[in-house]
């Protein structure tokens, strides 16, 4: 997951500097899927949706991590 950040020039990682975009695959509720080259890779990258968080959205996004977390594949970045 890579966030939005409301200012991504100062909040970029090495890891979003190192993608470029390639095209838009899928919308979710918490997120957008891209389409990416990294280091000579097609990855797919799911940017999270900055908005106005409520409680309820908040829970559904923690049972979405809480699901992300649980998926092991030698193709997908774990998350921690």
Known sequence: LVPEIL???HA???YTRETSE??????????RVFE???????VAVKKLRV???TVTW??????EISMLQL???RNLVGIH
């Open 7 to 9: 200012d991504p020039v």
């Open 12 to 14: 970029q990682s090495d």
């Open 22 to 31: 390639v095209r838009h695959i899928a919308d979710g509720a918490f997120s």
């Open 36 to 42: 990416c080259r990294w280091r000579g890779l097609t």
């Open 51 to 53: 908005q106005a968080i």
């Open 58 to 63: 908040f829970l559904e996004f923690l049972q």
């Open 71 to 73: 998926l092991r594949h």
